[in-house]
T-cell receptor, first 116, second 110 residues
């Protein structure tokens, strides 16, 4: 199984600022995913990040607000830009496990963000 | 758009009682997956079901995939305090991304 780390693990930020979250995987993976999980809620996919191409964003999420980088096969960043209190959430990166038939995923430990 | 609903949203059980959560999709799925998220933790993959009517077991956990491949269930026999957490189903249609269900939060009372 993949080992995934995220930095920072948590942060408290002021509105209007931006935060970049890093996701590091211990093996090369083609697809990485970024999710948001608001308090007590389910996981919502923000975007899929493939190395060498632009990220694919889900409905309701735009690149200007959540720019993503994917410089190589083991690393990705998600930036939460111009933050507001509504951005307070857990942000999770995940990678796909190709052992399954479908797209089973391993998740990182998450970044807990509080925007004041 | 695709929706995956789970019931119940919350469940409190006495330790030793059984627990079941149900997952229903608005569309036919190519596969369904189950994840567990402990309080303060991240989702951890439990199992994947692919075939219509499939049943899989992991110790005290039994997973079923409906004949129409639109619903699924997770049953835990004789719950333990270590079963505490939120259980999510996640469906996939073809090559599309996973769509997570609303989750069922399980509390086990010792």
């Amino acid at each position: 199984s993949a080992v995934i780390s995220q930095k920072p693990s948590r942060d408290i930020c002021q509105r209007g600022t931006s935060l970049t979250i890093q996701c590091q995987v211990d093996s090369q993976v083609t697809m990485m995913f970024w999710y948001r999980q608001q308090p007590g809620q389910s996981l919502t996919l923000i975007a899929t990040a493939n190395q060498g191409s632009e990220a694919t964003y889900e409905s309701g999420f735009v690149i200007d607000k959540f720019p993503i980088s994917r410089p190589n096969l083991t690393f990705s960043t998600l930036t939460v830009s111009n933050m507001s209190p509504e951005d307070s959430s857990i942000y999770l990166c995940s990678v796909e496990n190709l052992a399954g038939v479908g797209e089973t995923q391993y998740f990182g430990p998450g970044t807990r963000l509080l925007v004041l | 758009g695709q929706q995956v609903m789970q019931i119940p949203q919350y469940q409190h059980v006495q330790e030793g009682e059984d627990f079941t959560t149900y997952c229903n999709s608005s569309t036919t799925l190519s596969n369904i997956q189950w994840y567990k998220q402990r309080p303060g933790g991240h989702p951890v993959f439990l199992i994947q079901l692919v075939k219509s009517g499939e049943v899989k077991k992991q110790k005290r956990l039994t997973f079923q995939f409906g004949e129409a491949k639109k619903n699924s269930s997770l049953h835990i026999t004789a719950t333990q305090t270590t079963d505490v957490g939120t259980y999510f189903c996640a469906g996939q249609t073809g090559a599309n991304n996973l769509f997570f269900g609303t989750g069922t939060r399980l509390t086990v009372i010792p």
